[in-house]
């Protein structure tokens, strides 16, 4: 007879599950798409809760959830789990930090390199009948100099390959040391400093109040004629109104968003410009990401259920 149950959200891998099925206390229960109210419903028939980013963990969530005691993150960001409710409910909050990492870099990369030469845009024209080789006049990567902001895992993983790919790479992150970079080969800058000299400029922060809307008006009006813009991220981090208005006057060459502030998002109007291009929050979708996620985070269920010391939380 199963002691503990946990509900399984937002298509977690199902052979990432395999700790917890293991367990014979642990029965685990594949959820639906709910809304607020509908899992408001059910959520005090459970003791833990896993989740990507379409379910929202709210307040009104954790008021219901008389017997969780333990919320998984399948990914890294946990923005959409109302923290201060956990720990006012006494549940433990853990994620899995490290196994989106290289999907998340790959997809900056594609993301970059497509903006570079229009692949989005030339493919959808072949598509539509049309070979036209002239529209697409690219730029190459090598020699440009990468902006990157937030050099954690992702940051500092997209200035390897940058520097492969022989770009120059500028960071900016407060919490990370001189020495740190420059065992990296990294010089880190100021905002003031990296705006004006970056041909492109990633973003790999978390969305926090300091990081919200960290790219504004300012922040547009410093950067370098031309610029290409990256947000594999978090939504919210770009400010899209200040986003729009540089590329509709020109001075923002391409920008490629992979998340959005309001997410599911297919009515931007960033999205009737031809040098925008977007992707649904695919930066950690890949198999061999979406198995270590749900694997890390299974894991850390059972040692929480089991009492056990929690590698992270
Ligand atoms: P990380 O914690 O390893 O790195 C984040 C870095 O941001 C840290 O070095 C930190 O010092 C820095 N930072 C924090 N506040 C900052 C600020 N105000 N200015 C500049 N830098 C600041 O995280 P990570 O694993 O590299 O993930 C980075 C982001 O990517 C997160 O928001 C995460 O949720 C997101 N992510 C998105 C996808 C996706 O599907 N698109 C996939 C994975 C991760
Ligand atoms: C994350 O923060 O890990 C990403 O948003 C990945 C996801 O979509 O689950």
Not at 1 to 24: F, I, Q
Request: with cysteine.
């Amino acid at each position: 007879m199963a002691m503990y149950k946990v509900l399984v959200m937002d298509g977690v891998s199902e052979k990432g599950l395999e700790p917890l099925r293991n367990e014979s206390e642990i029965e685990v229960i594949i959820g639906n798409k709910m809304t607020e109210d509908e899992l408001v419903a059910v959520i005090g028939e459970y003791d833990a809760m896993v989740v990507r980013s379409a379910t929202k963990v709210t307040p009104r969530v954790f008021d219901h959830a008389s017997r969780l005691k333990v919320v998984g993150r399948a990914g890294v960001g946990v923005d959409n789990i109302d923290l201060n409710a956990a720990t006012q409910h006494g549940v433990l909050v853990v994620n899995a930090p490290d196994g989106n990492t290289i999907a998340a870099t790959e997809h900056t990369i594609a993301m970059m390199l497509a903006l570079a030469r229009n692949i989005p845009q030339a493919v959808a024209k072949m598509k539509n009948g049309v070979w036209d080789k002239k529209a697409f006049l690219g730029v190459e990567l090598r020699g440009k100099t990468l902006g990157i902001i937030g050099l954690g895992r992702i940051g500092s993983a997209v200035a390897r390959r940058a520097q492969a790919l022989e770009m120059d790479i500028v960071a900016y992150d407060p919490y990370i040391t001189e020495e740190k970079a420059e065992s990296m080969g990294i010089k880190l800058a100021t905002l003031e400093e990296l705006f004006p000299v970056a041909d492109f400029i990633t973003v790999h922060m978390p969305k926090t109040k300091e990081t919200y809307h960290m790219l504004d008006e300012r922040a547009f009006a410093m950067m370098k004629e031309g610029v290409r813009v990256i947000n594999c991220a978090r939504g919210g981090i770009i400010e899209e109104e200040a986003l729009y208005k540089y590329m509709k006057e020109g001075k923002v060459a391409g920008a490629a968003l992979d998340v959005f502030e309001k997410e599911p998002n297919t009515d931007s109007p960033l999205l009737e410009l031809n040098n925008f291009i977007a992707t649904p929050h695919l930066g950690a979708s890949t198999a061999e990401a979406q198995l270590n996620v749900a694997v890390d985070v299974a894991e850390e269920i059972v040692e929480a259920l089991q009492g056990k010391v929690v590698r992270n939380t």
